[in-house]
């Protein structure tokens, strides 16, 4: 299995990105899939997940109204949509993918983004 993160990048405060996670070696639509990220000096977080069986979206408080994740079965891919970025918002970026509830089985390998202010 792999997951490969894209589209992080330097953004301003108030801006956007998209950032993108392609799977492979999985039936990506049953699986959950998930994003998480990691600020320098902190332990990585939650940011935001969709269940593979029925669509089911949860998102961190920090990010909710800001962040939209999504996906696209028929590519294998996730999204997160990240709109009014905050310089909080800086971490590295993980994407990840699980059968069932409890704990994530495979893991991206981060994208960078940076908000400046």
């Known amino acids: 299995v792999q997951l490969q993160a894209s589209g992080g990048g330097l953004v301003q405060a108030g801006g956007s990105l998209r950032l993108s996670c392609a799977a492979s070696g999985l039936t990506f639509s049953v699986y959950d899939m998930g994003w998480f990220r990691q600020a320098p000096g902190k332990e990585r977080e939650f940011v935001a997940r969709?269940?593979?069986?029925?669509?089911?979206?949860y998102y961190a408080d920090s990010v909710k109204g800001r962040f939209t994740i999504s996906r696209d079965n028929a590519k294998s891919t996730v999204f997160l949509q990240m709109n009014s970025l905050k310089p909080e918002d800086t971490a590295v970026y993980y994407c990840a993918a699980r059968r069932y509830s409890g704990e994530w089985q495979y893991w991206g390998q981060g994208t960078q983004v940076t908000v400046s202010s």
């Open positions: 969709r269940s593979g069986s029925d669509n089911i979206v």
